[in-house]
């Protein structure tokens, strides 16, 4: 990946437009999967639909639990959904039917899109604000992802939504985030990198926003995980809350990071999962 040069118009010190004073960022460029949208409740829908479709039965929340918090991509043994799906339920129901449950379940997570609480709100405060938003993901279904903005009030939004068949590379290469500040240099608006705030949940949003030199805000869920390691190359932020995406913006969020951060409760913190049932 080729640096940008640093006689290059983004890294200027001044904008075209008037800044709203005392934001410290006046772009914030969101991922979409897992940090607009809540993978948690869109995994439950879609283990749910694909049970009674496939099945015949209710998975119930024991099971929801277990899908949850079970070793992800991110953890030193990983299962993929298939995997995962095939360790359940192959020796009840047999071939077919697991191909039947894993199609139909990967076809409610393609469309099934539930935000994170408080992210729309968020997100309309900071328009609100003065901020510039955008949405950089690396999925290919932009109409789906622009339906679901509509249904969250963030129909605003549909046109500032940038995949990798528009900026002709994925993330974490720098073409990403470089083809959204032309496209707002095209539109009059000149936003400095120091400006620049990228907000995601996986290591390649963090590294994009490395690799191009702006600030990052790694979003996290706990998934029952009391502590969460901080990996290479670290963001800037680490947050649990879209609300303190409003302090970020204002300049008012204080944080020390260390190897490792201790996330706010997850959707399901085991204390309140009860007895198990038989």
């Given at each position: ?186 539109q009059g608006i000149s936003i400095p990198l120091k400006k620049t705030l990228m907000v995601g949940d996986y290591i390649d949003d963090i590294r994009t ?60 913190p085991r204390e309140n999962w009860g007895e198990a049932k038989k």
């Amino acid at each position: 990946m080729q640096p940008i040069e640093r006689n290059h118009p983004m890294y200027a010190e001044t904008s075209k437009t008037p800044e709203r004073k005392g934001l410290k960022y006046n772009l914030l460029i969101f991922d979409f999967h897992g940090t607009m949208t809540d993978h948690q409740l869109r995994a439950i829908r879609a283990y749910h639909h694909a049970g009674h479709e496939a099945f015949g039965t209710h998975l119930g929340k024991e099971f929801y639990q277990k899908a949850l918090t079970r070793p992800s991509r991110n953890s030193g043994e990983p299962v993929t959904n298939k995997e995962f799906i095939e360790d359940e339920f192959l020796q009840q129901v047999g071939d077919q039917k697991v191909n039947d449950f894993f199609e139909r379940f990967n076809g409610y997570m393609n469309t099934t899109y539930i935000p994170i609480p408080n992210v729309p709100q968020v997100i309309r405060t900071l328009i609100k604000d003065g901020v510039n938003i955008s949405i950089l993901t690396n999925g290919s279904n932009r109409e789906v992802i622009q339906e679901a903005l509509q249904r969250w009030n963030l129909e605003d939004l549909s046109e500032s939504l940038y995949n990798s068949h528009i900026t002709g590379v994925k993330k974490p290469h720098t073409r990403t985030v470089e083809y959204i500040l032309e496209d707002y240099e095209k539109q009059g608006i000149s936003i400095p990198l120091k400006k620049t705030l990228m907000v995601g949940d996986y290591i390649d949003d963090i590294r994009t926003a490395d690799n191009f030199k702006i600030d990052s805000a790694l979003m996290v869920r706990a998934n029952g995980q009391e502590t969460i390691r901080i990996r290479s190359p670290k963001p800037t932020y680490v947050i649990t809350d879209p609300k303190d995406l409003l302090k970020i913006v204002r300049g008012d969020f204080k944080q020390e990071l260390g190897d490792t951060f201790t996330p706010k409760p997850s959707l399901w913190p085991r204390e309140n999962w009860g007895e198990a049932k038989k």
